[in-house]
T-cell receptor, first 115, second 111 residues
Framework: NAGVTQTPKFRILKIGQSMTLQCTQD?????MYWYRQDPGMGLKLIYY???????DKGEVPNGYNVSRSTTEDFPLRLELAAPSQTSVYFC??????????????FGPGTRLTVL | GENVEQHPSTLSVQEGDSAVIKCTYS??????FPWYKQELGKGPQLIID?????GEKKDQRIAVTLNKTAKHFSLHITETQPEDSAVYFC??????????FGKGTSLLVTP
């Protein structure tokens, strides 16, 4: 298993540009998450999904959109990039079968800079 | 919502010494407390977790303790090695949809 994969690893955007961060997991996990990590601030939840076709907002959803058309993929869309979106973005997944928290696996991250 | 405080923000120890990182949480309904290790340039990786029906859990050199009454939990690393150098995050959840993370502790183990 490759686990959770993210592309691209690095990206520089200009203000106002759009892009999609890709996330794929091959573990057949139900739950998927997007976090952003800013220096010294820990991980903040942007959006999450409990299964294909179901998504919901996390703590910091403004400026982002997501979709979940398949179990494997959970892309994150930035429509009008702003400097405040400069961050490292992590995708994560967990099985979500047992009704309580099981191990959450993280991808390697995407470092995004908006200039 | 849940608020997780983590201390210290940085910690430097000599190889072979012990390291302790402490976290407090605000929501008494929280019942799952994982610890993640993040190496430079990589995503966080789960190293140990504890549920609210357990007071202590060990895995080789790593242990976690939980005090539900005081709403705090701690990570203990014994016999530290240079490869333990990383950023460590605690988290808490009430078994809802999201983990609430602390801000992280940067641990440096010097030879």
């Amino acid at each position: 298993n490759a686990g959770v994969t993210q592309t691209p690893k690095f990206r520089i955007l200009k203000i106002g540009q759009s892009m999609t961060l890709q996330c794929t997991q091959d573990m057949n996990h139900n739950y998927m998450y997007w976090y952003r990590q800013d220096p010294g601030m820990g991980l903040k939840l942007i959006y999450y999904s409990v299964g294909a076709g179901i998504t919901d907002k996390g703590e910091v959803p403004n400026g982002y959109n997501v979709s979940r058309s398949t179990t494997e993929d959970f892309p994150l869309r930035l429509e009008l990039a702003a400097p405040s979106q400069t961050s490292v973005y992590f995708c994560a997944s967990r099985p979500g079968l047992k009704g309580f928290w099981d191990t959450q696996y993280f991808g390697p991250g995407t470092r995004l800079t908006v200039l | 919502g849940e608020n997780v405080e983590q201390h210290p923000s940085t910690l430097s120890v000599q190889e072979g010494d012990s390291a302790v990182i402490k976290c407090t949480y605000s929501d008494s309904a929280s019942n799952y407390f994982p610890w993640y290790k993040q190496e430079l340039g990589k995503g966080p990786q789960l190293i140990i977790d504890i549920r609210s029906n357990v007071g202590e859990k060990k895995d080789q050199r790593i242990a976690v303790t939980l005090n539900k009454t005081a709403k705090h939990f701690s990570l203990h690393i014994t016999e530290t090695q240079p490869e333990d150098s990383a950023v460590y995050f605690c988290a808490a959840t009430d078994s809802g949809y999201a983990l609430n993370f602390g801000k992280g502790t940067s641990l440096l183990v010097t030879p």
